[in-house]
């Protein structure tokens, strides 16, 4: 028997995945690529943005019409507002949290569905193999949280509790879905509630993972060889502060992990995102100055460079404090590259406001930007605002600051023209003959190879050629 699941979102969604697919093969159910042969059927949602959950009900009508001609359970998870849960549930057979994930072989007992692993007792020998503590908390109800407020809004919001149980959560080992890359969770929810976002209200408040966890499950990675290893958290910079004295702090994690890689015989690049500026101390900085496995790539997003809008937005910190920052990376480490996130169009944008989120592009000069033209989401303070900007201007906002990157991308990696490059091998390029790979700052890089064995694994790459966003080169040497 089979399952099939569409992972949508985030990298922390992708990690969420891997973890429910280690539940249900667990249960003895096979991986599959084709959604048409699967007996069981899921998604991962993602409540962050309007088009993704569109996605959803578009899957789930065309899903539900097959049972019709065939027995299959369908199911959604991930990040789901409560306003949709109550949607899913007429439309899906289960929904769950990931913070319920450990009952998953339990629901699908229930629901009265056959498994390959239907005669193991599941209450005992499923949790022996994911390897689940007891359960001994209490259960609770959901308590009312303050949030941002929206113009005229008295009201407080009531923010559910999708983190309840999440350490449990943790305890799964995830089925990783490469030999090479893996995402590590450090924490789980955000307790910013930028005005945009929803995700306080898809996976609550701040949840820091066992640093001993972490750290046992870094150390299993780079006993096995993988070469590129992530840690995520929707505010990683804040791991440890909801368990102040019980916990270490995000620095002190890198470090940990910085010690891992001086003292082991396989090298590996360790990266980790998303911070948020407001705690993005110098300290954090100096740890990835200090360490070789500490990847010299730092993503910051940014997301406007007007202080008003910051204001609006929520983001908690202004230009003087991110300019800040910058400069100190640059100081510290100047071989970083520095990644951002940016929103134009956001409601009541002025010419004046997105012209200084230009002028801070120019400024910071940034290696990469994931730009996005702002759409409102369904359970943001925001969603409740005008919005205001028309698409036409929001398009037309969006390709200049892609202009504007591109520029300072392409000069970037024109400077990388006669330098030699360790580089990790991820796949097969677009390009015909050729293998793309990634440098430690993640820049692109693409050269002529039909060896596939290269996949996984670092090599030595001369550059000679760049464009905006890649570069081209030759390989010099095999570096493992």
Known sequence: MKYYILQLGCQMNISDGERVQKVLESMGYEATDNEYEANIVGIIACSVRQKAIDKVYT??????????????????????????????????????????????PNMIRQYGVVTPAGTQTLDHDFETILNLPEDKTPKENPIPLKAVKTPGEKKKKILPRPDKGIEEFWHI????????????????????????????????????RPSEDILKEVTSLVDRGFKSITLLG??????????????????????????????????????????????MTDEVIEVVSQYKCLAKQIHLPVQSGDDAMLKRMHR????????????????????????????????????EE????????????????????????????????????????????????????????????????????????????????????????????????????????YVQVKITSAAPFSTEGIMVENDD
């Open 173 to 208: 080992e995830p089925k990783y879905g490469s030999g090479f890359e893996a995402y590590v969770p450090i924490q789980n929810g955000c307790n910013k509630f930028c005005t945009y976002c929803a995700v306080p209200y898809t996976r609550g408040r701040e949840v820091s």
């Open 234 to 279: 929707q505010n990683v910079n804040s791991y440890g502060l909801d368990k102040k004295g019980k916990e270490i702090s995000f620095p002190e994690l890198l470090r940990r992990i910085g010690k891992i890689g001086d003292n082991h015989p396989n090298n590996f690049w360790l990266y980790f995102t998303s911070p948020h500026p407001q705690d």
């Open 316 to 351: 908690t910190h202004d230009l003087a404090q991110y300019r800040h920052i910058v400069q100190t990376i640059r100081r510290l480490i100047p071989e970083a590259t520095l990644f951002t996130d940016i929103i134009v169009g956001f409601t009541g944008e002025t010419e």
């Open 59 to 104: 899957r789930i009508k065309k899903w539900n019409k097959q049972k019709d001609k065939k027995n299959m359970l369908t199911f959604v998870t991930g990040c789901v507002l409560p306003a949709d849960k109550q949607k899913f549930l007429k439309l899906f057979d289960l929904v769950f949290t990931m913070s319920e994930l450990k009952e998953l």
């Open 354 to 457: 997105f012209e200084n989120t230009r002028k801070a592009m120019e400024e910071f000069k940034y290696n990469m930007a994931y730009i996005a033209q702002y759409s409102p989401r369904p359970g943001a303070a925001s969603h409740e605002w005008p919005d205001d900007i028309p698409v036409q201007t929001k398009k037309e906002r969006y390709h200049k600051l892609t202009d504007e990157l591109m520029k300072h991308s392409l000069e970037y990696n024109k400077g990388l023209i006669g330098k030699t490059f360790k580089v990790l091998v991820r796949g097969n390029d677009r390009k015909a003959g050729y293998l793309s790979a990634l440098t430690e700052g993640k820049i692109i890089v693409r050269f002529a190879s039909d060896n596939k064995n290269l996949i996984g694994q």
